[in-house]
Structures are given as C-alpha cells and as structure tokens.
C-alpha cells in the first residue's frame, strides 16, 4: 500500500489511526530520512493508543515506554529510535524481546536491527523529497513537501493490520 501524506498534521492523523489498531505484540518499523516525519508519526500512534506522557525522538534515550492514559485500557508503547545502534548486542542489552508481547513497538530507524525481534512486523517507510533543482538553484523541499508512505507487512499479524489500516484510512 502506498499513500501520499500531504503535511504533518496529516502524518499524525495516519499514526492516530494506526494507533487505534495496535495491540500487544504488534512491532511497526519506520524508515525514512531525517526529517521524514517518523516521529511525527510515533507521535500520533501515541495519540490513538491513548498513551500517558510527550512523545519525543528518543534518540539521546534510545528507548521510552509509554503506559496507557489511568482509566483506559491497553498495551504500552515502546518507543525506540535504533539510530545510534551500531550492533546487535547494543539491541539486546535494550532487552525489547521481554517486552515485545505486551507492548505495542515502535521503531524508528530499526532496518537491518530489529528484524532479530519477530518475522511478523509492519514496516512504514516514508519518502520526502529532496529538493529539486532549477538553474543554479536548490529549492528546499524537505520541510513542507508532501510525503510518500508505503505500508509493507511481513508475517500474517501485519497483514491483517495492513488491511484493517488501510479500510480504516
């Protein structure tokens, strides 16, 4: 599935759906470039998920665990930014894999790391424009272009979230 996300309220609207889909167990990957909207994203797939606390690039932290609003029920979100790991052991001493069937996993940057955790994940890649050039001239279209969000599912659990994200959008 490919969907074209005009601007960043529009990127949090899609998480916000996504969010109200997830359940424990669910890992999503998102890959894109800086600046992509990947945390933007997270952002509201917290929203749809209903969970407690400001969702930021965990990228200093690496991890942050999200619980669920007091009076609401559902999993926590683990919000991971894998940029600044550099090997597998960096991962496992994270420990996601205790975590990983009760909470609802999200991964920024996780290509070539996390696949270790489960075959069964959704895999968000977002494309934004570079920016083009006329004459001598770059003109920057990374900020407020549209994006490209291509929806990938590998294992039956992503593929039924595939479908229900997509009859949902």
Do not use: C, N
Request: charge should be negative.
């Amino acid at each position: 599935m490919e969907l074209t996300v005009a601007e960043a309220d529009d990127m949090r609207h899609l998480g916000e759906v996504l969010g109200g889909l997830l359940r424990g167990g669910d890992l999503v990957m998102l890959d894109g470039p800086l600046g992509a909207g990947k945390t933007t994203l997270t952002q509201g797939i917290a929203q749809g998920m209903d969970v407690a606390g400001r969702v930021a690039s965990p990228t200093f932290v690496i991890a942050q665990v999200h619980h669920p609003r007091p009076g609401t029920d559902g999993p926590d979100l683990v919000h991971v930014d894998a940029y600044r790991l550099t090997s597998l052991d960096e991962l496992d001493a994270l420990d996601l894999d205790a975590s990983l069937e009760e909470s609802a996993t999200v991964v920024e940057w996780g290509e070539g790391k996390v696949e270790v955790l489960t075959d069964d994940r959704l895999i968000l890649t977002i494309v934004r424009p570079e920016g083009s050039q006329e004459g001598d001239e770059v003109e920057d279209l990374s900020v407020d272009a549209p994006r490209t969000v291509i929806v990938t599912s590998s294992g039956s659990r992503s593929s039924e979230l595939a479908a229900q994200l997509q009859d949902a959008l």
